[in-house]
């Protein structure tokens, strides 16, 4: 059973057109939550970092917000140049490792 | 300016044949990790230094070895690459465990 699921996996959008993308986990004992974004052939760029339940973050057009179970990552009026793919990773408990979601592929179309 | 640095960008090698993948960083960050990305997949942690402490995932394949000689550098040897091995290999460094990763650009690596 994954732990970190994001949803949906693939979002296409009009320029302008605001959405949101999930991602929800079962881990237990949450010491941080991680927001990536992934250009193709390249590797993650650091976005966020939530480590508890009522926090948000803001960069430009991207809000990200934590709740118990799931996280949100919030894109308003997006741009063609957010297109990309969104990664959610979870740190838990005593565990050093980062548990990555398969990510959502965002298309926004001008 | 790059500050995780991976060559090559891309490789092509043989079926079983032996292949390194390099990756420098200049944050003089402490944790140092190698992971495999599979088309639309979550990248998968291999293993990762602590320093010079050396942390096997229980599933990665015994074909796959690290070295890290310093604190800058840090080596992902495939010792007999198969077809299956073929992905995009990511390498990552936090200050410490538990941090948030900066990674490199990611070797291409292509099993002919």
């Known amino acids: 059973e994954d732990q970190v699921t994001q949803s949906p996996e693939a979002l296409r959008l009009q320029e302008g057109e605001s959405s949101s993308l999930n991602c929800s986990y079962t881990?237990?004992?949450?010491?941080?939550l991680f927001w990536y974004r992934q250009d193709p052939g390249k590797g993650p760029e650091f976005l966020f970092t939530?480590?508890?339940a009522g926090e948000e973050k803001e960069k430009e057009r991207l809000k990200a917000t934590l709740t118990k179970k799931e996280s949100f990552l919030h894109i308003t009026a997006p741009k063609p140049e957010d297109s990309a793919t969104y990664l959610c990773?979870?740190?838990?408990?005593?565990?050093?490792?980062?548990?990555f979601g398969k990510g959502t592929l965002l298309t926004v179309n001008p | 300016d790059a500050m995780v640095i991976q060559n090559p960008r891309y490789q092509v090698t043989q079926f079983g044949k032996p292949v390194t993948l390099s990756c420098s960083q200049t944050?003089?960050?402490?944790?140092m990790y190698w992971y495999q990305q599979k088309s639309s997949q979550a990248p998968k942690l291999l293993f990762h230094?602590?320093?010079?402490?050396?942390?096997n995932e229980a599933d990665t394949p015994d074909n796959f070895q690290s070295r890290r000689p310093n604190t800058s550098f840090c080596f992902l040897d495939i010792r007999s690459p198969g077809l299956g091995d073929a992905a995009m290999y990511l390498c990552?460094?936090?200050?410490?465990?538990?941090?948030?990763?900066?990674f490199g650009a990611g070797t291409r690596l292509s099993v002919l």
């Open positions: 944050l003089n960050h402490n944790v």
């Open positions: 230094y602590y320093d010079k402490d050396f942390n």
């Open positions: 881990v237990s004992g949450l010491r941080g």
């Open positions: 939530l480590y508890s």
């Open positions: 990552a460094t936090s200050r410490d465990r538990g941090g948030f990763q900066y």
């Open positions: 990773a979870v740190l838990e408990g005593s565990n050093y490792k980062l548990t």
